[in-house]
């Protein structure tokens, strides 16, 4: 009696593992499918996409390095169209573009940037507003051309000039 109750048991209990086996590799399978699935569409239809999202929003040049990568920058701007664009749609808010440009450098000073203390313009201020405003539309010392933004118009660099100027304390 005990014995044959072993044998039923057995025979179920080993039924039952090898359904369980089956299941198991039918279990890999499917994710191996679904897996080859998603790699496929995450390198040809995402990759590009999610470039555009994760690249910097600005970049600060500072040094001769800085102004050979500003350089590259802004020719790949300008061949690719961008460089055709008005920055911030021709706005002459010298306090906006400062902010959004100039200040990455200029409130630390880095790379050497007068910041907007007095101490820091004594030699600068004589040179009179148009010198100052040449430099920085064509870029003087550690400073790229237009701190730059080449899409910057040079009524925008002289905007954010006047801007700094008025600020310095
Ligand atoms: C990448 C950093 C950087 C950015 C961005 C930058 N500057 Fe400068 N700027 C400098 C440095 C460094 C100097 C000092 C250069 C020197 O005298 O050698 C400087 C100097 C100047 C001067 C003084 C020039 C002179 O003749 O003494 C002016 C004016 C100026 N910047 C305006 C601007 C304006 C306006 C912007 C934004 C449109 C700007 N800068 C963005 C780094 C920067």
Redesign the pocket.
């Known amino acids: 009696m005990s014995e044959q109750d072993d044998q039923i048991f057995l025979k179920r209990f080993s039924l039952i593992i090898a359904g369980l086996a089956i299941f198991a590799v039918l279990i890999v399978g499917l994710a191996m499918t679904m897996n080859d699935r998603l790699a496929v569409s995450e390198s040809t239809a995402s990759g590009p996409a999610t470039l555009e999202r994760i690249k910097p929003v600005f970049a600060?040049?500072?040094g001769e390095t800085?102004r050979a990568a500003a350089m590259a920058a802004a020719e790949e701007a300008a061949a690719s169209g961008g460089g055709q664009q008005v920055a911030f749609d021709g706005s002459t808010d010298g306090e906006m573009?400062?902010n959004n440009?100039?200040q990455?450098?200029?409130m630390a000073g880095?790379?050497?940037?007068?910041q907007l203390v007095a101490a820091q313009w004594e030699e600068?201020l004589p040179?009179g507003e148009d010198?100052?405003?040449q430099?920085?539309i064509n870029g003087?010392?550690?400073?790229?051309a237009?701190?730059?933004?080449s899409d910057?118009t040079d009524e925008q660099?002289r905007a954010?000039?006047e801007y700094?100027l008025a600020e310095i304390e």
Do not use: F
């Open positions: 600060v040049y500072a800085g573009i400062y440009v100039c990455a450098c200029h880095a790379a050497g940037a007068p600068r040179q010198t100052l405003v430099h920085a003087i010392g550690a400073m790229p237009k701190g730059g933004r910057l660099v954010s000039v700094m």
